[in-house]
C-alpha cells in the first residue's frame, strides 16, 4: 500500500464510499479492495447491497449498511461503522429527479428539493461527521458531474445540485490544507442512473463504470492538490 502524503503507512487503511451497490461506487469499491482497503459501503437498496458486500467480502474486511445518505442517522451509522480512523470518504450516491427529466419550468419542487438533499446536504453532512476522524493526508472525493458546469436541456436540477456540491468540495478543500478534496467528473458512463436520464435510449456505446475508476484512483493514490479533475484526464497510464 502506498504510503499517503503526510499520513503513516497503514497496512489497511480504511474508506467509506456511498452508493457502491451497483455502477461507478462498486467498480471503485472492488478496486479499493483489490488494493487493500477496508472499506464501509452503503446503498438505499437492501438486497443489491447484500450481494455486493458478499463479493466485496471475498476480498476484505467489509460492513455494509442499507439506508438513505439523507438521513442524520444513517449517516452516523456510515461513519461510526468506519471505527476511529477514516482515510478516504467518496461521496457517491446521488439523486437524479425525476425520469424522464423535465424542464425547470416543470420541475416539481419537491423533486428539486430531494435531489439537493441527497446531492449536496448528504455529501457535507458526512463531510461534517468524518473530518474530525481523518488524519492529515487523508482523502475526501466528491462525485461530480459535467452538468455541474455545462448548460444541459432537463438538467437543471441535477446540474444544480452538482456545482453546488463542486462549490462546497472548494471551500472544504480552503478550509483543510491538510487534506486532499476533491471533486472529480467520471464522465458518461453505462450506468442505472444514465439510462434513466435517457428512458428508451440505447445506451451501450457508453463506457462502463470501471473505466473511469483509475481517474478516481489517480487521486486517492497520487500527490495531485485538490481541485476539480476529469477522470479520463487524471487516470494513470497503464504500466
Known amino acids: 500500500m502506498r504510503t499517503l502524503d503526510g499520513m503513516l503507512n497503514v497496512p489497511h487503511p480504511t474508506a467509506i464510499v456511498t452508493g457502491a451497490s451497483r455502477g461507478l461506487g462498486l467498480a471503485l469499491a472492488c478496486a479499493l479492495a483489490e488494493r487493500g482497503w477496508r472499506l464501509v459501503v452503503d446503498a438505499r437498496g437492501k438486497t443489491e447491497l447484500e450481494a455486493a458486500r458478499a463479493e466485496l467480502a471475498q476480498l476484505t474486511e467489509i460492513r455494509a449498511v442499507a439506508g438513505d445518505v439523507a438521513d442524520e442517522g444513517h449517516r452516523r451509522a456510515i461513519v461510526n461503522a468506519a471505527g476511529e480512523r477514516l482515510d478516504l470518504l467518496v461521496n457517491n450516491a446521488s439523486a437524479l429527479g425525476p425520469s424522464p427529466l423535465p424542464p425547470l419550468s416543470e420541475l416539481p419542487l419537491g423533486a428539486f428539493e430531494e435531489v439537493q438533499r441527497v446531492n449536496v446536504l448528504a455529501p457535507l453532512g458526512l463531510a461534517q461527521l468524518a473530518l474530525p476522524r481523518m488524519p492529515r493526508g487523508a482523502r475526501l472525493v466528491n462525485v461530480s458531474s459535467d452538468a455541474a458546469v455545462e448548460a444541459y436541456e432537463g438538467w437543471g436540477g441535477y446540474g444544480s445540485s452538482k456545482a453546488a456540491l463542486d462549490q462546497l468540495t472548494r471551500v472544504l478543500a480552503a478550509e483543510r490544507p491538510d487534506l486532499r ?51 479520463r484526464e487524471v487516470a494513470a497510464p497503464a504500466p
Not at 190 to 195: F, G, N, P, S
Not at 200 to 219: C, K, M, N, Q, T
Open 181 to 231: 478534496v476533491y471533486s472529480i467528473d467520471p464522465g458518461e458512463m453505462r450506468t442505472r442512473m444514465h439510462q434513466n436520464a435517457f428512458p428508451g435510449e440505447d445506451i451501450s456505446d457508453r463506457p462502463p463504470p470501471e473505466d473511469s475508476v483509475p481517474g478516481l484512483l489517480a487521486l486517492i493514490e497520487g500527490d495531485l492538490p485538490s481541485g476539480r479533475y476529469l477522470a
